[in-house]
């Protein structure tokens, strides 16, 4: 009985494969062929190349332009640091140029402090408060820690380097000592 089941499912595969070859002659999943069907992909095609191309050279161009943007963010910045540099080149030249005026050179390289703070106020650049703090991982670095019996535990007892923050964020952390107890 399976012998008849088996030849009778090939005898219905050839009816079917008759049908559809006499159907236009296509095999089964092929797409029948219109006119304009042929055409309207070739320009799919040609349509779907040029914004591939299109969207490729923007993503190039966005890098180049992302790259450039890096490169001279801090062109401002760097503008405005040469004026403190100029300015400390003409107090190093003042000086030895008349080595008794001490106080003149003070003055001077106090000018340019002060110049100094006001550009890193512009930017919105602070000093971390650390000395007598709590130490806080996020904006302090510990780079000692003493044994102290007057301070509480995890306080920050001298600061090697001060740290920044910028518009919130910490540029900069500072180096400090750190007390722990026994």
């Given at each position: 009985m399976a012998d008849e089941d088996m030849a009778g499912a090939?005898?219905?595969?050839k009816e079917t494969a008759a049908g559809e070859n006499a159907n236009g002659g296509q095999a089964p999943g092929e797409i029948p062929e219109a006119p304009g069907l042929q055409k309207e992909l070739?320009?799919?095609?040609?349509?779907?190349l040029r914004?591939?191309?299109?969207?490729d050279n923007m993503r190039k161009r966005h890098e180049r332009e992302r790259a450039e943007l890096i490169k001279y963010a801090h062109e401002e910045v760097i503008i405005e640091l040469l004026g403190f540099?100029?300015?400390f080149e003409r107090s190093v030249t003042a000086a030895r140029a008349n080595p008794a005026e001490g106080?003149?050179?003070?003055?001077?390289v106090e000018m340019v402090l002060k110049?100094?703070?006001?550009?890193?106020?512009?930017?919105?650049?602070a000093e971390i408060e650390a000395l007598g703090k709590k130490f806080d991982h996020t904006c302090h670095e510990a780079l000692m820690a003493v044994d102290?019996?007057?301070?509480?535990?995890?306080?920050?007892?001298e600061v090697f380097q001060k740290g920044y923050i910028m518009d919130g964020r910490v540029v900069r952390?500072?180096?400090v000592k750190v007390s722990k107890r026994n």
């Amino acid at each position: 009985m399976a012998d008849e089941d088996m030849a009778g499912a090939q005898e219905a595969l050839k009816e079917t494969a008759a049908g559809e070859n006499a159907n236009g002659g296509q095999a089964p999943g092929e797409i029948p062929e219109a006119p304009g069907l042929q055409k309207e992909l070739v320009e799919a095609k040609d349509k779907y190349l040029r914004l591939f191309a299109e969207f490729d050279n923007m993503r190039k161009r966005h890098e180049r332009e992302r790259a450039e943007l890096i490169k001279y963010a801090h062109e401002e910045v760097i503008i405005e640091l040469l004026g403190f540099y100029e300015d400390f080149e003409r107090s190093v030249t003042a000086a030895r140029a008349n080595p008794a005026e001490g106080a003149a050179l003070l003055k001077g390289v106090e000018m340019v402090l002060k110049r100094m703070q006001e550009l890193l106020k512009k930017y919105e650049v602070a000093e971390i408060e650390a000395l007598g703090k709590k130490f806080d991982h996020t904006c302090h670095e510990a780079l000692m820690a003493v044994d102290s019996d007057e301070m509480e535990d995890g306080t920050v007892m001298e600061v090697f380097q001060k740290g920044y923050i910028m518009d919130g964020r910490v540029v900069r952390t500072a180096k400090v000592k750190v007390s722990k107890r026994n």
